[in-house]
C-alpha cells in the first residue's frame, strides 16, 4: 500500500497531482471537484426528491458566479437552476403577507380613531339652539342619521364656539333626544312635526312608535277612506284654482264655489227602493246616461261605499284646505233638482264653500 504523498502515485510524473501542487505553491482551481460534486448531486437527485431547501443557490446573489463557472462544463447547469422560480413565488407570497397585515393594521387604527374621535359629551348647535348630549345616546340606533353623522367617516362643520352645527330646525330636537335617551314619545300636539323631523333622522323605532299613536293612527284609518275616492286630490286642486281666479277677477277677499258631495248614485227613501233597484238594472242606455248625469256644480265628490257619512267627507275637504293654509266655511243649499227618469229626480246635496284669501 502506498502512503500518501509518495512515489507512484496518479500523476503523470510519478507523484499525486494534487499533493505536488500543494508542495510546490500553485494555484488550485476548485473547477474539476466542482463539476464531480455537481454530477454527483445531478445523479442523486433523479431518485430523491428535491429538497425546497435548494431556492437557497438561486436566491443568494453570491452564487451566481460558481453557477456561472459549471455552466461551462456541462449541460448539468439547467438542471442545476431549475429551483429558482419557487423562491421568487415565496418572496411575493411574503409581500402579499405583508400587505395585507398592513392593510389589517391599517383598518384597526381607522376603527380606533373613529372610536376615540369624538368626546364622551358632545355639544351641538341644532339650528341655532344648543343641546348637551352623551355621544353614546347619539348613537342609540345604528342605522340612524345622527349615528352616521358622529361615527367618524364623516365631515360636521362646528360654529364658532366648537359645538357640532346640524343644519335643522332644533324646535324639535330635544324631542327627538328624549326618545333616544328614555324612549319618551312627545306630546299630541307635537306629534306631527317629531315624525317629520323623525323622518329626515332616520330614526325608525320613533317613526313606529309615533305611528301608532293618534293623531297619525286616525290619519291612516281617514287615508284608508279616501282611498275611496280616486280623483280627491285632484278635485282639491280644482276649489283651490277655481276660487283663487274667481276672487282675482272680482279682486274679492273670498269666493264661493258650488260642490256636490253624494254618497249614494241617488238618494232614495226606503219605500223607493225595489223600484230604484228594478230600474237600475233594466234601464236602457239612455237611462243610464241621465242617472249618470252630472250635476251643475263647480266640483263633484262620489259615489263612495263605506260607513263615513257625507259630513265625514266634508270634514277632510276642509281641514286638507286648512293645511294648505286656505279658510273654508261650508254650508248646504239645497239639492240638485234635476229630473231623472218618471217620478225620480237628482236630490244630490249641493253644498257652497266660501274660501277667504285674507
Given at each position: 500500500m502506498q502512503q500518501n504523498g509518495s512515489p507512484g502515485s496518479h500523476g503523470p510524473d510519478g507523484s499525486d497531482g494534487c499533493t505536488g501542487e500543494r508542495q510546490a505553491g500553485l494555484s488550485f482551481s476548485p473547477l474539476p471537484a466542482a463539476t464531480a460534486r455537481a454530477r454527483r448531486f445531478v445523479q442523486e437527485r433523479r431518485t430523491l426528491p428535491l429538497p425546497r431547501v435548494m431556492v437557497v443557490f438561486s436566491a443568494a446573489g453570491d452564487t451566481d458566479k460558481p453557477?456561472?463557472?459549471?455552466?461551462?462544463?456541462d449541460s448539468a447547469e439547467d438542471d442545476f437552476r431549475k429551483p429558482a422560480p419557487p423562491a421568487a413565488n415565496l418572496n411575493l407570497g411574503k409581500a402579499l403577507r405583508s400587505?395585507?397585515?398592513?392593510?389589517?393594521?391599517?383598518?384597526a387604527a381607522m376603527v380606533t380613531t373613529d372610536?376615540?374621535?369624538?368626546?364622551?359629551?358632545?355639544?351641538?348647535?341644532v339650528g341655532g339652539t344648543y343641546f348637551t348630549t352623551r355621544l353614546s345616546t347619539l348613537r342609540r340606533y345604528e342605522d340612524t342619521m345622527l349615528a352616521a353623522m358622529f361615527s367618524g367617516r364623516h365631515y360636521i362643520p362646528r360654529d364658532a364656539e366648537g359645538r357640532y352645527f346640524i343644519d335643522r330646525d332644533g324646535a324639535y330636537f330635544g324631542d327627538i333626544l328624549n326618545f333616544l335617551r328614555e324612549g319618551e314619545l312627545p306630546h299630541r300636539e307635537r306629534v306631527r312635526a317629531v315624525h317629520r323631523e323623525a323622518q329626515y333622522y332616520a330614526i325608525?323605532?320613533?317613526?313606529?312608535?309615533?305611528?301608532?299613536?293618534?293623531?297619525?293612527?286616525?290619519?291612516k284609518v281617514r287615508q284608508a277612506f279616501l282611498d275611496l275616492l280616486p280623483y280627491y286630490k285632484d278635485n282639491l286642486e280644482r276649489i283651490v284654482e277655481i276660487a283663487k281666479l274667481r276672487a282675482m277677477q272680482r279682486k274679492a277677499r273670498f269666493a264661493k264655489l258650488?260642490?256636490?258631495?253624494?254618497?249614494e248614485e241617488m238618494p232614495i227613501t226606503p219605500y223607493e227602493r225595489p223600484?230604484?233597484?228594478?230600474?237600475r238594472f233594466e234601464r236602457s242606455d239612455s237611462e243610464t246616461k241621465l242617472f249618470e248625469h252630472h250635476c251643475e256644480v263647480d266640483v263633484s265628490f262620489g259615489p263612495w261605499e263605506a260607513v263615513a257619512d257625507v259630513y265625514d267627507l266634508l270634514h277632510c275637504i276642509v281641514s286638507d284646505l286648512s293645511e294648505r293654509g286656505i279658510t273654508a266655511d261650508q254650508?248646504?243649499?239645497?239639492?240638485?233638482?234635476k229630473h231623472l227618469i218618471n217620478h225620480y229626480y237628482c236630490k244630490r246635496p249641493i253644498y257652497e264653500f266660501k274660501i277667504t284669501w285674507w
Open positions: 453557477a456561472d463557472a459549471m455552466s461551462s462544463s400587505s395585507l397585515n398592513t392593510s389589517q393594521e391599517r383598518t372610536s376615540t374621535e369624538f368626546p364622551e359629551v358632545i355639544p351641538l348647535n325608525g323605532p320613533l317613526l313606529d312608535s309615533l305611528e301608532d299613536t293618534q293623531p297619525l293612527t286616525g290619519e258650488k260642490i256636490c258631495v253624494y254618497k223600484l230604484f233597484n228594478s230600474l254650508q248646504c243649499i239645497g239639492v240638485c233638482d
